[in-house]
Structures are given as C-alpha cells and as structure tokens.
C-alpha cells in the first residue's frame, strides 16, 4: 500500500507540475482569464491533494482500512474534482460539447476530497 501511494502521488505531483505550466505559459493565450483562473484552481487542489497522499503513505505501515479508504478519496478526488476544472476551463475555447455534464462532477470530486479527509481523521483518531 505505501508504495502504490508514492507513486501515485509521484504522478499527479509530476502530472500538476507540467499541467500547472502547460496553463501558464500554453494556454494564456488561448483561454480567457476566468477560465484560466478555473485551470489554475484545478492544479491548486491537485498538488494539496498529492501532499496529503504523501503524508498518507506514512500511516500505511499501521495497514489501517482507513487509510486505503483516505487513498481512493484523495486519488477519486484528484481525477473528478481538478479534473473537471481542467474539462470546464478548455470547454468555450475548444468546444467540448460533453462538457456540459461535467459541471456536477466537480462537486463529486470534492466530495470524495472531504470523504478523504475524514477517512484520515478517523484513522488518526484509531491510532494507538
């Protein structure tokens, strides 16, 4: 467990750094500022996201479910909640026609962020 968390913090860590930069210097000119702004939030909430997977991977020697639970929240989370933002910020410019129903899967994403959250709480609170 503590290895597949590394790495799959490794990779959205690796994964937020290029698209941070990707919307920084490849899209500013492409999409409008508040869509821009939108992208932006999406790296944002993906890099906390992947900090909190680290410090997860140092509780997953106590082979608590909580902590796997924490892991599928945070990891879900990344994927529907940034990236929805990421869907929703190109949408106008690159006429995502499906983007459309992706608008409520960002609260779904976020969902899954507090689930984590309360997951890893828990975890502590069982924690001897």
Not at 51 to 75: C, D, E, H, P, Q
Not at 83 to 110: C, Q
Request: with cysteine; charged share 10%.
């Amino acid at each position: 467990m503590n290895k597949r968390i590394i790495l799959t913090a490794a990779f959205f860590g690796a994964l937020a750094v290029v698209l941070g930069a990707f919307g920084a210097h490849g899209l500013k000119n492409s999409i409008s500022a508040s869509a821009l702004a939108i992208w932006q939030k999406g790296v944002e909430y993906q890099f906390y996201h992947t900090f909190a997977l680290l410090y997860l991977s140092t509780f997953a020697r106590y082979k608590n479910k909580l902590i796997g639970f924490a892991y599928v929240f945070f990891t879900l989370g990344i994927v529907l909640f940034s990236g929805s933002l990421y869907l929703l910020a190109l949408k106008d410019s690159f006429h995502l026609a499906f983007a459309g129903f992706i608008g409520p899967i960002t609260p779904i994403g976020g969902l899954c962020f507090i689930l984590g959250w309360i997951s890893l709480f828990m975890a502590a609170l069982r924690d001897k």
